[in-house]
């Protein structure tokens, strides 16, 4: 059971284009949702993360959109560029303080900035 | 910036072999998690230390054990492999936590397993 979906599967953008990718959780527990960009043979790098408490995070072109209500949250990639052509995976997970908290990925998104 | 160090980088291994994956974090990072990503599959947790005691357990199989050292390191220890355990084998630490903190996970490079 994917407690974390996330869609699309794919997704092909031009140069300069806004790259959407979306994610929807289950667990109403979870209060850390992270993005992370992956590039082959190399391990998940975080993007950019956010907490329950806010609608919407920007950091440079990125930019994570959260509705709590809906159990679903976004990335947004303004600008997109052939660099930015990975696979992005969601995340969420428990944070619990003073102890580990995992990570639940959702299945990713490949993603591909044409010129 | 110093990042999480993985070794060794590639391993070969044969069916039944033993195997055994090292993960250094980043200094002054208390907290390891090993995760497994097959290929096409997004990561899916195994373990995770706190302060060098095992804090957390996933989809991990018997076969495998793992620990963390008083240097903070960590090894992943993998026995009577099988072909289903080919897969990318990552390693992630994060820094002490404040109260209520985020859990930033960087991870490392890999280690890819593959058991013929």
């Known amino acids: 059971q994917q407690q974390v979906k996330q869609s699309p599967q794919s997704l092909i953008v031009q140069k300069g284009g806004i790259s959407i990718i979306n994610c929807a959780y289950e667990?109403?527990?979870?209060?850390?949702f992270p993005w992370y960009q992956q590039f082959p043979g190399k391990g998940p790098a975080l993007l950019i993360a956010i907490r329950p408490d806010v609608s919407e995070k920007k950091e440079g072109r990125f930019t994570i959109s959260f509705n709590k209500s809906a159990k679903q949250f976004s990335l947004h990639i303004m600008d997109s560029q052939p660099g930015d052509s990975a696979t992005y995976f969601c995340?969420?997970?428990?944070?619990?303080?003073?102890?580990?908290?995992?990570?639940?990925f959702g299945t990713g998104t490949r993603l591909q900035v044409t010129l | 910036a110093a990042g999480v160090i993985q070794s060794p980088r590639h391993l070969i291994k044969e069916k039944r072999e033993t195997a055994t994956l090292k993960c250094y974090p980043i200094p002054r990072h208390d907290t390891v998690y090993w995760y497994q990503q097959g290929p096409g599959q997004d990561p899916q947790f195994l373990i995770s230390f706190y302060e060098k005691m095992q804090s957390d357990k996933g989809s991990i199989p018997d076969r495998f054990s793992a620990q963390q050292f008083s240097d903070y390191h960590s090894e992943l220890n993998m026995s009577s492999l099988e072909l289903g355990d080919s897969a990318l084998y990552f390693c992630?630490?994060?820094?002490?936590?404040?109260?209520?903190?985020?859990?930033?996970?960087?991870f490392g490079p890999g280690t890819r397993l593959t058991v013929l």
């Open positions: 667990n109403t527990a979870f209060d850390y």
């Open positions: 995340a969420a997970a428990i944070i619990n303080t003073g102890t580990a908290s995992k990570l639940t």
């Open positions: 992630a630490s994060s820094p002490i936590k404040l109260a209520g903190g985020p859990n930033e996970q960087f």
